[in-house]
Each structure stands twice: as structure tokens, then as C-alpha cells.
């Protein structure tokens, strides 16, 4: 450094007060002596002062290290305000980087947890209801069908009855017909058809009391009676109007049930369709739903990401300021202190006791 010689001279120099004006200078300045650049200047001085010159050269010298030493260290002071410009800078940048990322990563949290995950668990459970919509729809539609099935089996049934009923009555009004002079074999066979109508239709309420009538009517008369014969004509004549009466309703119930049947077919049918859409639908906005939930956890770890790392960097930079400012520190004061010794040197040497002492120690 270029204080080096100006710093040996003075560190020998504060170790020895020098007083001219007493016996104790000669020993002072010979232990000043012992410094290798202490005695340099002593005897630079000693040359310069025989030469008839004077310290004049030195003094200027130690004026502009004095003047450079100043200047470097407000350099040094320039340069490290400067450093502490862009420290703050970077800190206050990465400082609101990092809140930044802070509130990104809780808005993003926030967002999954309280619209995010509740809104997919309330599209998992209407489509879970939806499922079981369709279920119930599928189920009452089967049990519809096989109703309407055992219905119409029953109206088949119904249908082949009365027909057979029909048969019965129109085969005994034909036997009716016939008789002249009944014989016991043509009464036997009117019974026996009043029998077998009466067998089919023992569970028809409506047709029991007549049944019984001819029945009654077919045990006690002989047909020898043209009274009671017209009589009996006549009843079968109103079982057969009132079998083709039923025959006629039971048709039309049975147009009636199936129309109701298609009409609720055709609703349950628009319901299933209703609840298919509704699916595709809430489909489509799960899977929009997990795509923003997806997309969103990403976003939030590049943010964590992105804040471990601004934090890092913000560590890196205090770490390195701090040095950077112990540095700074050292060299100020080690600045500081050539400083001092150079100025106390330059006191030395314009000191008038330490040149007269130069000069009388070379006889001039």
C-alpha cells in the first residue's frame, strides 16, 4: 500500500514522544531508527537537510498520500452507498416477490379448498343421485312393463272366457231353439252347459246371481212348459248381452290401460333422457372441475417453488451484503488509520525542533 512507509514510520513513531528541546531526543530518534522505513526517513531527511535542501519534497509527498488516501476512501464510501442502494433494491424486490408468491400460494389453497374440492364433491354427489335416479327410473319402468303385462295376460285371459261364455250361452240358445218335445238327452245337454259356464265363471260376482237362475230354473222345469222354455230364452238372451257387454268393457279397459301405459312409458322414457343429459352434463363440469383442481396444485407448487427459491436469493444477498459490509468496515478503518498516521507524520515532520535536530546531528 502506498501508506506502507508513512505507517512504519509512524507506528515507530507513537511508540517514542519526541521532545527536541530536551537530552532524551537523541535517544528517541535513534530508536526511531530501528524501523527500517522509520530510519529511511530519518536518513532521507539527514540527506536532504546536508544537502543543503530541505523536507520540503517529503512533506508534499505525504500531503498527496494523505490527499489519495482521502480521495480512495470516498470512493470506497461511494461505492459501498451505492451497494447499499441496489441491497435495498433487491431486498425490497424480492421482499415483495416473495409476498407475492405468499398470496399466490393462499389464494391458490384457499381456492382448492373452499371452491375447488367442495364444488367436485357437490358434482360427485349429484352425479351419485343422478345414478340413482336412473336406477329408480329403470326399475319403475321394468315394473311398469310387467304390469302392463300381467295385465294384459289377465285381459287375454278375460277375453278368451267370456268368448268361451258366449260359445256356452249361444250353444244353449241354439239347444233352446231346437226343442219341440224335449227329449231328456237335449235337457242334459242345456245343464251341462249351464255347468260349465257356471264353472268359468263362479269368481265373476256379476254373473253369479243369473247363473244361479238358470240353474234353478234348468233343475226344476222339464222344458215341457213353453212358458217357462221363452222364460229361459229370455235369460240367456240378457247373460249374453251382458257377456257382450263385458267383452266390449273389457276391451276398452284394456285400450285404456295400455294408453295410460304408453303415456307413462313415454314420461319415464323422458325423464331417463332428462337424467342422461343431466349426467353429460355434470360430467363435463367434473371434468372441467379437475382440470382446474389439477392445473391449480400445479400452479401453487411452481409458486412454493418460485418462493423457495426468492427466499433463497434473499438469503444469498443479506449473506453476501453482510460480508461485503464487514469489508467495508475493515477497510474504512484500516483507511481511517493510515490516514491518522499519515497526518500525525506530516505533524512530525514540519515540527522546526525536528529539523534543527537533523541538522545539528549533520554539523550544519
Known amino acids: 500500500m502506498k501508506s506502507a512507509l508513512i505507517a512504519c514510520l509512524i507506528l515507530s513513531v507513537f511508540s517514542v514522544e519526541i521532545s527536541l528541546n530536551n537530552v532524551a531526543t537523541t535517544q528517541a530518534l535513534e530508536k526511531l531508527k530501528e524501523s527500517q522505513w522509520a530510519s529511511f526517513i530519518v536518513d532521507f531527511a539527514e540527506v536532504e537537510l546536508s544537502s543543503g535542501g530541505a523536507l520540503t519534497e517529503l512533506v508534499e509527498a505525504i500531503n498527496q498520500l494523505i490527499d489519495q488516501l482521502e480521495e480512495e ?3 470506497i464510501h461511494h461505492a459501498y452507498s451505492r ?3 441496489e441491497h435495498n433494491r433487491d431486498v425490497t424486490r424480492l421482499e415483495q416477490e416473495i409476498q407475492d408468491a405468499d398470496r399466490d400460494i393462499f389464494n391458490g389453497e384457499d381456492f382448492i379448498d ?3 374440492i367442495p364444488q367436485k364433491e357437490r358434482f360427485q354427489s349429484a352425479l351419485a343421485q343422478l345414478k340413482t335416479n336412473i336406477e329408480e327410473n329403470r326399475r319403475v319402468l321394468d315394473g311398469e312393463t310387467l304390469n302392463r303385462k300381467k295385465q294384459h295376460e289377465q285381459f287375454l285371459s278375460n277375453i278368451a272366457e267370456i268368448n268361451e ?18 227329449s231328456l238327452v237335449q235337457f242334459k245337454r242345456v245343464q251341462t252347459n249351464l255347468n260349465r259356464i257356471q264353472s268359468s265363471f263362479q269368481n265373476h260376482s256379476s254373473f253369479a246371481p243369473i247363473i244361479r237362475a238358470l240353474l234353478e230354473l234348468a233343475t226344476e222345469q222339464n222344458f215341457s212348459d213353453q212358458g217357462s222354455l221363452q222364460q229361459l230364452v229370455k235369460i240367456f238372451n240378457e247373460l249374453r248381452v251382458q257377456f257382450v257387454d263385458s267383452l266390449n268393457q273389457e276391451t276398452a279397459d284394456e285400450n285404456a290401460a295400455e294408453t295410460k301405459f304408453a303415456e307413462r312409458v313415454a314420461q319415464l322414457e323422458k325423464e331417463f333422457a332428462e337424467f342422461q343429459r343431466a349426467v353429460m352434463i355434470k360430467n363435463s363440469e367434473l371434468a372441467a372441475n379437475e382440470q382446474k383442481l389439477g392445473e391449480t396444485i400445479v400452479y401453487v407448487g411452481q409458486r412454493k417453488d418460485d418462493r423457495a427459491t426468492l427466499q433463497a436469493q434473499l438469503q444469498a444477498e443479506n449473506d453476501n451484503y453482510a460480508a461485503e459490509t464487514d469489508l467495508y468496515n475493515r477497510t474504512v478503518s484500516e483507511y481511517n488509520k493510515e490516514i491518522d498516521i499519515s497526518k500525525q507524520a506530516l505533524g512530525l515532520l514540519t515540527q522546526p525542533s525536528f529539523e534543527q535536530y537533523v541538522k545539528s546531528k549533520v554539523g550544519i
Not at 261364455?165 to 224335449?182: F, K, M, T, Y
Request: no cysteine; proline share 4%.
Open 83 to 85: 451497494r447499499t442502494d
Open 165 to 182: 261364455a258366449i260359445g256356452a250361452v249361444d250353444e244353449s240358445l241354439g239347444l233352446l231353439s231346437q226343442i219341440a218335445n224335449p
Open 114 to 116: 373452499n371452491v375447488l
Open 73 to 75: 476512501l470516498d470512493d
